[in-house]
């Protein structure tokens, strides 16, 4: 099973250069079934990470560049009149493909953000009365740039909920970086790159998420994660049992790329951060106050 | 805004419990109330249920007072006073069922409650039976579970649950409780002054004896005492109890003529064999304490003495169960010199009494010449002519000895012993009467024997030159069946017992019961009723506590030591529970071998990143450490445990050399 989605990981980390851990989250994330809030300034190679999970993993790819005038129906789709047929037909928007870019996501009204995120929810669109469900495996990476937040409608928390994982990218290591700039165009490279896993392949990897086995003991362990949230000062409020079952399901996809039946405090450990941060909301605005995920890790002992 | 009402603090579920609560701590009071007010206790929680079941109002505070008033004024007339035990109680009753009818707020409903643990423990001052420690159980953990439902806002809480845990708390509370029976100190007599009317519903022997007293007494099947014998057992000729012993007689009654208060104690010579037993002596009302005749003066317990006719007595109304051993000789010459004031009481006759007596007793004077053949003489009188031994016999007129000797001829134990000494004392014999039970049934499970009322008794002594006083039971010559078997062999055919006393039918069974019952309440007696002072005493010695200062000092300790232990059982509930899994507590024993050679794991790393970084910091460690972790993860994250994984683990672990 892990030897299935090893060359997958294998590749990627050939046009992705000294992010191995960012690409397996990245990974992680779309075996569990979540979708991806990637957060980081411009040409940090966000979009060259969804290009090249798309290609990677031979899913139908759209990149939707979100702004400020982007309408909801530009995302989902529209009927148009068709005077051939003599009636409307339904024109499906970028929503319909395996994997969105959601690009810069923050830049387009509430109204259209939450008309993606309603989609992610829910896995299928509702337009003009009928619903349509849209592909599978379905899996959004939405971006985010965090620096520049002039004229940006911030996700609200509620909505940040529903992203599984938000990771940022970091500037590359000086060895990477160097080869970056040496080696040949990252997208020529792209062009080249064949799908190392069939679709079905992927589905299959998503069902066997599921079955990694999570013992009580491990429970135990989320559970006094979760808890020092809720009696955290410093927190507004803690985690929810939904953050609670996403912590779980991702260390579970996590177990199963490093190839165990099992999860082990370790994998929550090592999913952590990416699940917990954008959840954890400061009791005040003064920075300091509130912990990150490392500091609540610290704090609490493995049961 | 509205007013709160009751309904806010206690809702209709809790408020029907409440009553029924009440109800079943009232319950056993009701009998011994007056009519009038147990009436008024009924209706009173009967109206209070109506008011919660159709939302009734309640009565207006004029009624309330009024009735209370009433009452008060109620009680006094039934009792004469309005302090003391019995009104005192009747008053708390009476208070309780009103204080439900004005019952509105929070605070009312705790005062209720906690009036109900106040009424529970009034019960004991009226009975100390085993019965009466089980109903204030059962009530104490009802009256819990009310106080837990009425504190817990909202809906009512389930039954069981309160129930159960209201029998839980009780239950806890026993070891201390038992701990405070056996160590406080037990003051001699009653500590918190209990009223001097306790007791008045008692009855036994009584200070003077008349026709007809003793047959009454024995219609009540009131327990007198309960004896053990240690080693050797009396044959029921021998088993004659002393009690009050009457030398003055008017005519109608005997009584005592208080001599003894002026005559030293008598010289005595007991012989052997000696009888030792443990007696057991109920209350009743009176200051004798019943001893086989006739007791060995050297043994007689604290704060009693031997009277002048040497009876065993208290110095004041025997109103506790009284635990004593003695030692008596059923052989002895009592008073060999008799003096001449005594002489002189033993033989005085009322004036102008029973004449056919009087010259019956010249007669025999003439006859025979010494005392022994005047009293074996009329004793075969007694073989001889047709007398009867009956429950029930024909009125007497003024001249009592003459009629019942030459009429009536039928009669009770009294009216044998009184003609008897009567008869001795015109014959020149000094005679007295001596009354206290005979016999007493044997409690075959117990190996005790139980003396009842019913076993009450008369018979006379006489004094003869040489032997002193020597005891003569005409009874005995009459129907010696009551002797030799007790009162119910002696009179079964004659259908004059008392229902208790009777056979047939299906008692087997209620003897079987009444058999069993009692050795019960024995052992309770005996045991829990019985620790008085002198008990307490004795076995704090027996313990090395030597004064009051030790046990307290004792109780103290064990209670806190107790408390403790308890504190801590229930803080255990709210500290996570121990985990008793076989990988952690082998995982345990690594960390300390390991923390032997300094390093430490820590608490969120968890066992292969922990593996990892001894690897790391200690090469030489780290295949082994690492094969543990791996071991250790199977057993707890992922494929759960297995005896053999344990077995595995901990040679892993035994294998890492530090």
Known sequence: MTHAIQPALDALNQIILGKHNQIRLATACLLARGHLLIEDIPGMGKTTLALSLAKVLGLGFQRVQFTSDLLPADIIGVSIYEPQAAGFRFHPGPIFSQLVLADEVNRASPKTQSALLEAMEERQVTAEGETRPLPEPFFVIATQNPANQIGTFPLPESQLDRFLMR??????????????????????????????????????????????????????YILALVRHTRDHSGLRQGLSPRAALALKRAA??????????????????????????????????????????????ARVAIP | MKAATLSDYLNQVSLLRLIAVLALVLVVHLPSLPTWEAVLVVAGLGWRLLIALRQWQ????????????????????????????????????????????????????????????????????????????????VCASAITALLIDVNHPGEALP???????????????????????????????????????????LTGMSNEMAPGDISNLIMSDRHAFSVKFFDREPPPRERYWRGPVFDSFDGRAWKSSGISQRVQTPDVELLPP???????????????????????????????????????????????????????????????????????????????????????????????????????ATLRMFRQEPFVYTLQPPPLGRNSVDDFLFKTRRGFCEHYSSAFTF?????????????????????????????????????????????????????????????ELGLSEAMQDSGELPSFLQRGGLNWIRDNLTTQWDWMNTQWNRWVLAYGPEVQMDLMRRIGIEDWRGMIIALTVSASLILGIIGLLLLRQFTPARNQEVAVRLWA??????????????????????????????????????????????????????????????????????
């Open chain 1, 167 to 220: 990771i940022s990218m970091g500037y590359p290591a000086a060895e990477a970086e160097k080869a970056l700039l040496l080696e040949r165009e990252r997208r020529d490279l792209l062009a080249e790159v064949q799908p190392a896993v069939s679709p079905q392949q992927l589905l299959e990897l998503q069902t066997q998420v599921k079955a990694v086995r999570v013992m009580p003991a491990l429970v135990d």
């Open chain 1, 252 to 297: 579970q996809a996590w177990a199963l790329l490093a190839g165990r039946q099992g999860v082990l405090p370790e994998d929550v450990q090592a999913v952590f951060a990416a699940v917990v941060n954008h959840r954890l909301i400061a009791a005040s605005e003064r920075e300091g106050g509130a912990p990150n995920a490392d500091d609540i890790l």
């Open chain 2, 58 to 137: 309640l009565p207006p505070a004029w009624l309330r007072t009024s009735i209370a008033v009433l009452s008060l004024v109620g009680i006094y007339a039934s009792y004469g006073r309005i302090h003391g035990q019995v009104p005192g109680i009747a008053l708390l009753m009476i208070m309780s069922v009103l204080k439900l009818l004005e019952m509105r707020s929070r605070r009312d409903v705790m005062v209720t409650v906690f009036l109900m643990y106040f009424i529970l423990l009034t019960h004991f001052l009226n009975s100390q039976e085993i019965w009466t420690a089980g109903y204030l159980l």
């Open chain 2, 159 to 201: 039954l069981k649950k309160i129930l159960a845990s209201g029998s839980k708390m009780v239950a806890i509370s026993l070891p201390v409780t038992l701990l405070f029976f056996l160590l406080f100190p037990r003051i001699p007599g009653p500590l918190w002054g209990i009223p001097s009317d306790a007791g008045a519903s």
């Open chain 2, 274 to 376: 000696a009888v030792r037993y443990e007696i057991i002596v109920e209350p009743h009302r009176g200051p004798w304490m019943f001893a086989l005749d006739i007791p060995d003066p050297a043994t007689r317990p604290d704060k009693s003495f031997i009277a002048s006719e040497y009876q065993l007595m208290k110095g004041r109304d025997v109103i506790t169960r009284e635990l004593h051993v003695l030692i008596s000789h059923p052989n002895h010459i009592l008073q060999k010199e008799l003096p001449d004031l005594t002489r002189r009481v033993n033989l005085s006759l009322p004036r102008d009494f029973n004449p056919r007596t009087v010259a019956l007793a010249r007669q025999l004077q003439a006859e025979h010449a010494t005392p022994e053949a005047i009293v074996q």
């Open chain 2, 423 to 483: 008869l001795m004392r015109a014959a020149g014999i000094p005679t007295r009467v001596v009354t206290g039970y005979q016999g007493g049934e044997r409690n075959e499970l117990g190996d005790f024997f139980r003396v009842t009322d019913a076993d009450a008794h008369a018979w006379s002594e006489v004094w003869l030159e040489g032997k002193g006083w020597v005891r003569v039971d005409p009874t005995a010559a009459v129907a010696p069946n009551r002797i």
């Open chain 2, 589 to 658: 024993q690594l960390q300390k071998r390991l923390l032997r050679a300094g390093i430490a794991q820590r608490p969120a790393e968890g066992a292969g990143s922990f593996a990892d970084r001894v690897a790391l910091e200690t090469p030489e460690l780290g295949d082994a450490v690492r094969r543990a972790a791996t071991i250790y993860q199977q057993l707890r994250y992922l494929e759960g445990a297995t005896p053999a994984l344990q077995e595995e683990l901990a040679r892993a672990i035994k294998a890492i050399r530090s």
